[in-house]
């Protein structure tokens, strides 16, 4: 069955630090794969996605993640975090087959502090 | 140029009261969800529908009712609501042409059950 963990429920991190967030997860065929950003009191954004291809991704506000299938791992990076990225972080993987295709599995998410 | 809203943004009402969320989106994707968020952040996917038609009725109490009157339109009803129904609702919409493509999410709606 397809599962998502993320290791880490709350980080805390100075501003200025780096940062990467943990990702594995559990899928039996080609995952698809996101981070999505929920900051209070809002809705999802998604930072980034993979689907095939360059197994290091771009995404928005300065954020990466690499995806490494020989760890079922998809880790979100940032050189650099701002106090703005306070926030809670979801990795999801999409299912890609028949019935169940479009479906979102997430992790129970992380929760970045970012001391100033 | 809100892309998928939902309404209320917030609910609060009784044990035993029957209420609806309203969610819409103007992508022209045909594809929408519900999430129910819980009080520990998790998402859990509650209802799918194509083009109007239900694809993924996950096990929820029958005691939801999702309606989807077009492909841009996705409302989700809950009678006689209980405590345990408190909880962030949200409402995606996706495009199935093209590939396979990602999730955008609304607002969400807080629901507290009193």
């Known amino acids: 069955a397809q599962s998502v963990t993320q290791p880490d429920i709350h980080i805390t991190v100075s501003e200025g630090a780096s940062l990467e967030l943990r990702c594995n997860y559990s899928?039996?065929?080609?995952?698809?794969l996101f981070w999505y950003v929920q900051s209070p009191g809002q809705g999802l954004q998604l930072l980034l996605k993979?689907?095939?291809?360059?197994?290091l991704v771009q995404g928005i506000k300065g954020f990466e993640a690499e995806f490494k299938r020989s760890q079922s791992s998809f880790n979100l990076r940032k050189p650099s975090v701002h106090w703005s990225d306070a926030a809670e972080y979801f990795c999801?993987?999409?299912?890609?087959?028949?019935?169940?295709?479009?479906?979102?599995?997430f992790g129970r998410g992380t929760q970045l502090t970012v001391w100033p | 140029d809100t892309a998928v809203s939902q309404t209320p943004k917030y609910l609060v009402t009784q044990m035993g009261n029957d209420k609806s969320i309203k969610c819409e989106q103007n992508?022209?994707?045909?594809?929408m969800y519900w999430y129910k968020q819980d009080s520990k952040k998790f998402l859990k996917i509650m209802f799918s529908?194509?083009?109007?038609?239900?694809?993924i009725n996950e096990t929820v109490p029958n005691r939801f009712s999702p309606k989807s009157p077009d492909k841009a339109h996705l409302n989700l009803h809950i009678n006689s609501l209980e405590l345990g129904d408190s909880a962030v609702y949200f409402c995606?919409?996706?495009?199935?042409?093209?590939?396979?493509?990602?999730?955008?999410f609304g607002p969400g709606t807080r629901l507290t059950v009193l």
């Open positions: 995606a919409s996706r495009p199935t042409s093209g590939g396979y493509n990602e999730q955008f």
């Open positions: 899928y039996g065929a080609t995952p698809y």
């Open positions: 993979y689907f095939s291809g360059d197994t």
């Open positions: 999801a993987v999409g299912s890609g087959r028949g019935s169940t295709l479009g479906r979102l599995y």
């Open positions: 992508l022209g994707h045909d594809t």
């Open positions: 529908y194509n083009n109007k038609e239900l694809i």
